[in-house]
């Protein structure tokens, strides 16, 4: 990539790239593991801090996208280590509805998405984590495994064991 | 296939990660299983409303926050930054003291959506200034030697300067008549106490030993020389001789005189604070006897011995009391 080797060499202007190309995912990988806007912001800083400094560490034969996820990851969960518990969830988001949808179904959907969201929300830390990866980052299981530090096999048994969970926690919905 | 098995096998198909022969099996299964069609459309269900989960959008200060981090690190790391930090967040460099903080009374919001605790601002001033204590602390003790050694001294050495009252000048001078005791000191400023005491004492004394010297030496040398002369011109019968010798008799017997009185009057005056009727006395009968002897006595050789030895004994007055004023 060329931003990458430019922002390798020191070029400020290839930094600002790398920030506006990943801060979005950055942030909410960290959002969705820390769930608290504050403290993903904090993260997503220093996640590109520290992508700059360990530029030398990137293994290409990875996606640069993966290997970004798994410093927010990483920078993610040793936040919640130090904190050393779970805290109670921030329900400040705003999340935006699709505006292609009438006004009836927009309300559906976002009542929807809501509830998913907070199935979500209320899931353990590991999985969302890898529910994030997978769906919101749309990671393979090789990458996700990259980024847990796992093989693909046990992704594939924590994503089904995850997604099991948040079925169970969306079956009272069900007649949405 | 347990029922197990072929949802973890949906579950793959619908990642994208099952192999082509799992991808086989479950078409099979789905062609052929009603109950398997159901599980795999809720799974279809399931999965588009994962994908459907909105994205939070990036706080707007994101950009400049890290693009300020990232100059900050360089700064730093080329030894000329400033210690700092300016995360829109304001959480601080420490994630972990921020975690789990609601937004609570006192905190203001930047960057909308993004807080910034005064708390936790004012922490880390103090963990600034007490940073920057150490490190100035540890520079002194580097560069600077508690206590200094004479090694790293340099410079020069000027002595303590004491205050010094104005000089008489030569204006503070009056002329008087040569009965009249003069004061050459005019108005000069009040000394404290001892010091006038001291200075008092010397003038005492000083007068009194250059009084009764000079009355003494003047006394001795008049009626010395003169005998010497008298008898010398007498027997020489010229009236140079009796010009010399009585010139040289009033000379050496005025010096003597003089010095020997002075001395010793300096010690008497010292010894006995309360001879000031009597030096003036003294000084009375000195300055009339001296008056009568230079009325005998040559011209010549009076003002000659009279300069040399007041001066000489004024200076050894003046030094000694001077002295014992300024100890």
């Known amino acids: 990539m060329a931003v990458v080797a430019r922002c390798r060499g020191g070029d400020r202007a290839a930094f600002g790239e790398l920030v506006v190309r990943y801060q979005r995912p950055v942030y909410n990988a960290a959002y969705w593991i820390l769930r608290k806007p504050e403290d993903a912001s904090d993260v997503a800083q220093t996640v590109f801090l520290k992508v700059v400094e360990q530029l030398d560490d990137y293994d290409p034969q990875y996606r640069f996208f993966s290997w970004i996820y798994r410093i927010a990851v990483n920078e993610s969960l040793n936040l919640l280590r130090r904190n050393g518990h779970e805290e109670a969830l921030d329900e400040d988001v705003e999340l935006a509805a699709d505006a292609s949808m009438d006004p009836e179904r927009q309300l559906d959907a976002k009542e929807r998405k809501e509830r998913v969201r907070s199935a979500l929300m209320e899931a353990s830390t590991a999985d969302r984590t890898v529910l994030m990866l997978r769906h919101f980052g749309e990671l393979s299981y090789d990458e996700i495994g990259h980024v847990l530090e796992v093989d693909a096999k046990t992704v594939k048994s924590r994503l089904f064991d995850a997604r099991q969970r948040l079925r169970g926690r969306l079956k009272p919905l069900q007649a949405i | ?327």
């Open chain 2, 1 to 327: 296939m347990t029922k197990g098995e072929r949802r973890r096998k949906m579950h793959a198909v619908l990642d994208g990660e099952a192999t082509p022969e799992e991808t086989r099996e479950v078409q099979a299964l789905l062609g052929s299983d009603a109950q398997a069609r159901e599980e795999y459309a809720e799974l279809e269900g399931l999965f588009a409303a994962l994908r459907a989960v909105p994205q939070a959008h990036a706080p707007e200060g994101l950009l400049a926050a890290a693009t300020s981090l990232y100059e900050q690190r360089n700064q730093l790391s080329t030894g000329m930054g400033v210690i700092g930090d300016n995360r829109i967040a304001g959480r601080g460099a420490s994630p972990e003291r921020s975690i789990g903080r609601a937004p609570a009374h006192g905190e203001r919001r930047i960057h909308g959506g993004v807080t910034m605790s005064m708390k936790t601002g004012n922490r880390k001033l103090w963990i600034g200034g007490v940073a920057l204590a150490v490190v100035a602390i540890a520079v002194s003790s580097r560069y600077i030697e508690f206590p200094g050694s004479g090694d790293a001294t340099s410079g020069a050495i000027t002595p303590a300067q004491r205050h010094r009252a104005a000089q008489p000048t030569a204006a503070d001078i009056k002329l008087a008549n040569p009965g009249t005791p003069v004061n050459v000191q005019g108005s000069l400023p009040t000394p404290p106490a001892s010091a006038a005491n001291a200075a008092e004492n010397a003038a005492q004394s000083n007068a009194q030993g250059f009084a009764q010297g000079v009355a003494q030496g003047r006394a001795q040398g008049v009626a010395q020389g003169y005998a010497q002369g008298v008898a010398q011109g007498m027997a020489q019968g010229q009236a140079q001789g009796v010009a010399q010798g009585h010139a040289q008799g009033v000379a050496q017997g005025m010096a003597q005189g003089v010095a020997q009185g002075h001395a010793q009057g300096l010690a008497q005056g010292m010894a006995q604070d309360a001879a000031k009727s009597s030096a003036q006395g003294m000084a009375h009968d000195s300055a009339k006897a001296s008056a009568q002897g230079m009325v005998h006595d040559s011209a010549k050789a009076s003002p000659q011995g009279m300069a040399h030895d007041s001066a000489k004994a004024s200076a050894q007055g003046m030094a000694h009391d001077s002295a014992k004023a300024s100890a």
